[in-house]
């Protein structure tokens, strides 16, 4: 069964301190992972897209990385207005469809 | 700012009533999305079109029904909705169908009394 798990469900970092999130996946038919960042009450808002192995992607302080297996956002020296949910979704294509499975996301919150 | 358009913000309606939601976007885009996405959950697929035309149902219930007017617009009629139905409804939409990425209105927040 298709199936993205991002770690930890919550995180609370003091301002600074440097940690990664996790998003693992067993999608069949992989044609490319995203991250986004969803503030409450609004949408989600894309950051990156990886469709490789090896591939790094880079936006101020974050850094997106993607094995086979599994995606990492880097957050280096996080401040408060950082803090949010970040979405990992994967688009899987079958034979009948393409969508997103979006993962359950990690809430972030940065304390000054 | 986002720049796919949702109205209205915020809809409160019985159960009985008729309301339509409406999502634009000016990017060119020709693939256009429904999300729906409960509190603390992701975002769950309900629509896709694709140039203007419906390419995939997720079983959504009748109830729910889409509608694309051209390639900037987007809507979704809503009729003898359930109290489970309230949820924020996102609009999305990307260049075309396949691994690009989709971009996200703020959407609708629906409350079904």
């Known amino acids: 069964e298709d199936q993205v798990t991002q770690s930890p469900e919550a995180l609370r970092l003091q301002e600074g301190e440097s940690s990664s999130l996790n998003c693992s996946y067993t999608?069949?038919?992989?044609?490319?992972l995203f991250w986004y960042r969803q503030d409450p009450g609004k949408g989600p808002e894309f950051l990156f897209t990886?469709?490789?192995a090896g591939e790094e992607k880079e936006k101020e302080r974050l850094k997106a990385t993607l094995t086979k297996k599994e995606s990492f956002l880097h957050i280096t020296a996080p401040k408060p207005e950082d803090s949010a949910t970040y979405l990992c979704a994967v688009h899987r294509v079958s034979y009948n469809t393409d969508k997103l499975i979006f993962g359950t996301g990690t809430r972030l919150q940065v304390f000054p | 700012d986002t720049e796919v358009t949702q109205t209205p913000k915020h809809l409160v309606m019985g159960m009985t009533n008729k309301k339509s939601l409406k999502c634009e976007q000016h990017m060119g885009h020709r693939a256009m999305y429904w999300y729906k996405q409960k509190a603390k959950k992701p975002p769950e697929l309900m629509f896709v079109?694709?140039?203007?035309?419906?390419?995939i149902n997720e079983s959504v219930p009748s109830r729910f029904s889409p509608e694309c007017p051209n390639s900037s617009l987007l809507n979704l009629h809503l009729h003898a909705l359930q109290p489970e139905d309230s949820a924020l409804y996102l609009c999305a939409s990307s260049q075309d169908r396949g691994q690009r990425p989709q971009h996200f209105g703020d959407g609708t927040r629906l409350s079904i009394l």
């Open positions: 990886l469709y490789s």
């Open positions: 079109y694709s140039y203007e035309k419906l390419s």
């Open positions: 999608v069949s038919g992989l044609r490319g």
